[in-house]
């Protein structure tokens, strides 16, 4: 995330008033519009190919720590993904 100066953009007399309770500490303002996580970025497409990727070769017989091992993260996060992959196939009647 980039900053910009508040002299660039805000009146002075709010800088004065932001100033008496956080002089020269930086400070996040939410945007108003949130945008959903991964809108910006690749991350969340990235993240469902992998997810699928997992599904699958589980489905195929893969055991979970195996997955865990291949994908480096935890055998946890393996059985998370795959119940969240399970409730949206519509092969699984779900």
Not at 34 to 44: A, D, L
Not at 58 to 71: C, E, I, S
């Amino acid at each position: 995330m980039s900053y910009i100066r508040a002299e660039d953009v805000l009146p002075k007399e709010l800088i004065q008033t932001i100033q008496q309770y956080v002089d020269g500490k930086a400070i996040y303002i939410p945007s108003v519009q949130k945008k959903p996580w991964g809108s910006e970025t690749k991350t969340r497409s990235v993240l469902l190919e992998r997810n699928r990727e997992i599904y699958a070769a589980f489905r195929t017989g893969m055991p979970v720590h195996a997955l865990a091992r291949k994908y480096s993260i935890s055998d946890k996060s393996i059985q998370r993904i795959l119940r969240k992959m399970k409730e949206s196939d519509p092969e699984r009647g779900t």
